[in-house]
């Protein structure tokens, strides 16, 4: 069996853009506003998922969006670990069941010329070909930084949303390579950081709040999202680390069955070439590589010997059992800076594989050489997930995604440790949405 993670993010595990508040662009594109939004403020923005929840078989968690005039119905991957939103525009290679059709709406194509073309361009997202504004966007896997491509030229149009609707910036990816061309949806909707990704073109219209809550529901592959912030008790939160492409977070330590694994600090401490981000967009996850060991040694010392261990093709481990992996395995849980944590249950770090029946196998994978962190959906799942950029901050909470999730349109400025004394973090930076990307597996 043959396992690749297609993780959502340009040039994987590169080193991120970290800075101050102050080094952001200044410049807040406006754009359209169609409709008129309730008097005294923002509403809630929801939008259902749609998926399965089996992370070796099928598809990510997708949402369906309405683009053009007169919409057109397209599902496209929720991804916090890229930047660009973009659909299909012609079905080639395989890459959608469905396309937008340019010629059934009335999109405007951005020239060069334009401030967004020029903006992205300045940060490599676009280049110029006559007076035509194009993209040629490389996604990565784990290990391999260039596994995939999307083409084409950025357009102009409506996007409905939830009884909203406003004018956005995205791709038209005409042709695709790699394992990108493979997946059945019609689109990638980069929800990262990143001034024009989708949730940011939304921000700046006055769509929403510059937050942004993503609940996963990890049985049935249905779960939320909404723009605004989950209002629950048990919401704990980390201080967000500035980053113009990912949700960085300061991971601390980890522990199993409440011992503390024997990880140096350095391999967690944030710098530009390590660090530990959220993304939707990779299924699985990737441990750093001097935490990998001493994770994967402990997980195997506090499993009973009714699971029988194996190494698989891949290297990783794997246990044969036939027991409940929530009564077989032990917990794990995450500390991250000012004090919070998040705890795991047995199905955040084992997948069911399709090989053997009866056989669970790690995982979390070795980030071979690099002290990077990445934590995808399935150490997300089965959680609301809150990305207040305006507070530059995420918080979690275990919860049943199947059911309503209270959310508020109307986040303040709140007080958050980072481990060393409380801050004030003012609302001023860029907001961005986090979304999904998943795995293929071939036999």
């Not at 949806?185 to 950081?193: A, T």
């Not at 409440?258 to 401490?269: A, C, D, E, H, N």
Request: proline share 6%; aromatic share 10%.
């Amino acid at each position: 069996m043959k396992v690749l993670v297609l993780a959502a993010l340009l040039l994987a595990f590169q080193a991120p853009f970290v800075s101050s508040a102050a080094d952001y662009p200044t410049k807040v594109f406006k754009l359209q506003r169609h409709n008129q939004l309730p008097a005294g403020g923002m509403r809630v923005v929801e939008l259902p998922l749609n998926g399965t929840g089996e992370y070796l078989v099928h598809g990510p968690y997708l949402t369906r969006v309405e683009l053009g005039n007169p919409p057109q119905s397209l599902d496209v991957l929720i991804d916090t670990g890229s930047s660009i939103p973009w659909v299909a525009c012609r079905s080639s290679h395989g890459l959608s069941t469905r396309h937008f059709n340019t010629a059934a709406s009335s999109p405007t194509s951005l020239a060069c010329s334009d401030h967004s073309c020029q903006y992205m361009a300045g940060t490599n997202f676009a280049q110029c070909n006559g007076s035509r504004c194009i993209y040629d966007l490389t996604y990565g896997t784990g290990d391999t930084p260039t596994s995939s491509s999307a083409r084409g030229s950025y357009l102009s149009d409506v996007v409905h949303l939830d009884g909203v609707s406003a004018q956005i910036v995205f791709g038209c990816t005409e042709s695709s390579s790699g394992q990108l061309a493979n997946f059945s949806f019609d689109g990638v909707f980069g929800f990262g950081p990143y001034h024009m990704s989708f949730a940011s073109q939304l921000f700046s219209a006055g769509i929403a709040a510059r937050v942004f809550t993503l609940c996963m529901h990890s049985p049935t592959g249905s779960g939320l999202l909404a723009f605004g912030e989950a209002v629950d008790p048990g919401l704990v939160y980390t201080p967000m680390l500035p980053s113009q492409d990912y949700y960085i977070v300061n991971l601390q330590s980890i522990a199993v069955n409440g011992q503390t694994l024997p990880i140096s600090s350095s391999v967690f401490r944030p710098s530009t070439e390590q660090f530990t981000f959220f993304d939707s967009g990779t299924t699985l996850a990737y441990l750093a590589d001097g935490a990998y060991d001493p994770f994967v040694n402990a997980i195997r010392t506090a499993t009973p010997p009714s699971a029988s261990p194996f190494i698989d093709s891949k290297g990783q481990l794997c246990f044969v059992t036939s027991t409940s992996i929530d009564l077989s395995f032990p917990s794990v849980e995450l500390h991250f800076a000012g004090g919070a944590k998040m705890k795991l249950q047995p199905h955040n770090y084992l997948y069911h594989s399709q090989v053997k029946e009866s056989t669970y196998c790690i995982a979390w994978f070795r980030n071979a050489g690099r002290q990077v962190t990445l934590l995808g959906d399935i150490v997300l799942v089965d959680k609301v997930l809150v990305h207040d950029l305006g507070n530059m901050r995420l918080g979690w909470a275990d919860y049943d995604c199947s059911r309503p999730v209270n959310i508020t349109s109307s986040p303040k400025k709140k007080t958050i440790s980072s481990g060393q004394g409380s801050r004030i973090v003012s609302t001023s930076t860029a907001i961005a949405l986090v979304l999904t990307f998943y795995i293929i597996i071939s036999f």
